[in-house]
């Protein structure tokens, strides 16, 4: 496990409200900082998951530390293994310099490359096409100001819909349209990605999308994972996302796992109905993606994992916990996926040490 870049999961569920949730949280999260040796000043980013985000936005607003500033993120996906709320967070250790954007988004300056975190969401009525129109307009000229381009810097992106059946064909549309414009096409490349249920704090929100963006990395620094025994590539069935992506640095591997599920290399969903093999085989998916990255499950930093149904809960959690490492952030959130037939769906990040003199480090 890298020391220098650490995942953090924090659960309340004893939490008698809101307010004592996000108390438990930010306290568990300032002693695991302390104890990987680290401070507030690492944090960089933090996802809170929300069992209803429109009643707990203003309190987070109020009452969230100021000494814990990051790029924060609420998603209105009601945590299985807590109540009220439920939070993962990223922490760097080294020679870092973040700047937190009057609008929530994060720069961050790091060894020889630069980042920015941001989240894009729609300032007007309409459908989940017409509205990622829009938050894909604003990501393009959100990186644009910073130096950077979809095609050539975004490394992960997160698209939310609220009530994901009815309008995740409206984003994959928007989508699919704005990508080929940027030249994001089947023949080339796209970015790895999660498409899930998530609402945000405006209930008038269908679809938004938060994105993490790298500046200074090659093109030779990137590998685009498939896993080509075990799943069908994307676009075959209508979607453009890569299963994973594998960056290079100096001093580092990264592998970011897509929203993965339980598909054959056909593009079917297997195991219908059988939510204990369908986790099986997501994680036996994500297992083959990281093993073409050239790491393995022992570098998987944090999981994030959504099931359509909360009562399968307890079942999705012991393979989980079986199978991943003891020292993996895990959250598991309800959180339906793209396809009705699909119980569970698992995306992750992992981080290997490397040495790679022909690229500039990470940290």
Request: charged share 25%; proline share 4%.
């Amino acid at each position: 496990m890298n020391k220098s870049e650490i995942y953090i999961t924090a659960m309340a569920p004893d939490a008698g409200s809101p307010d004592e949730a996000l108390k438990i949280l930010t306290a568990k999260l300032r002693d695991e900082l302390a104890m990987r040796g680290m401070s507030e000043e690492n944090l960089i980013m933090t996802r809170l998951f929300s069992s209803d985000p429109t009643r707990h936005a203003p309190v987070i607003s109020r009452d969230w530390p100021a000494d814990l500033a990051s790029h924060t993120v609420l998603i209105g996906q009601p945590p299985l293994d807590s109540r009220y709320l439920s939070l993962q967070a990223w922490a760097l250790k080294g020679d870092i310099d973040k700047e937190i954007l009057g609008d929530g988004s994060l720069f961050l300056r790091h060894g020889a490359y630069q980042s920015l975190w941001s989240i894009e969401t729609p300032g007007r009525p309409g459908n989940s096409e017409q509205q990622t129109d829009e938050i894909l307009s604003r990501l393009g000229s959100r990186l644009w100001r910073h130096g950077m381009s979809l095609e050539s810097n975004v490394i992960r992106t997160w698209y939310y819909m609220r009530d994901v059946d009815n309008n995740y064909a409206g984003m994959i549309k928007s989508r699919v349209r704005h990508y080929e414009i940027h030249g994001l096409k089947p023949d080339t490349h796209f970015i790895a990605s999660t498409g899930i249920e998530g609402q945000g704090a405006n209930p008038a929100a269908l679809s938004w999308v938060q994105s993490h963006a790298v500046s200074g990395v090659r093109a030779s620094q990137i590998v685009h994972l498939k896993a080509l025994d075990n799943m069908s590539p994307t676009a075959i069935y209508g979607v453009n996302f890569e299963r994973g992506t594998l960056v290079t640095y100096g001093d580092r591997k990264h592998v970011h796992i897509s929203g993965t599920a339980s598909i054959d290399r056909h593009g079917d969903v297997l195991y219908k109905g059988d939510v204990k093999a369908q986790t099986r085989r997501a994680l036996e998916n994500i297992d083959a993606l990281l093993r073409e990255g050239g790491l393995d499950f022992n570098d998987l930093q944090s999981a994030i994992v959504y099931c359509r149904d909360g009562h399968d809960y307890a079942h999705i959690n012991e393979i989980v916990r079986e199978i991943l490492p003891g020292d993996c952030a895990i959250n598991i959130t309800k959180a339906p996926v793209c396809r009705p037939d699909w119980l569970v769906e698992i995306e992750g990040e992992a981080v290997r040490e490397a040495s790679n003199p022909e690229f500039g480090n990470y940290l």
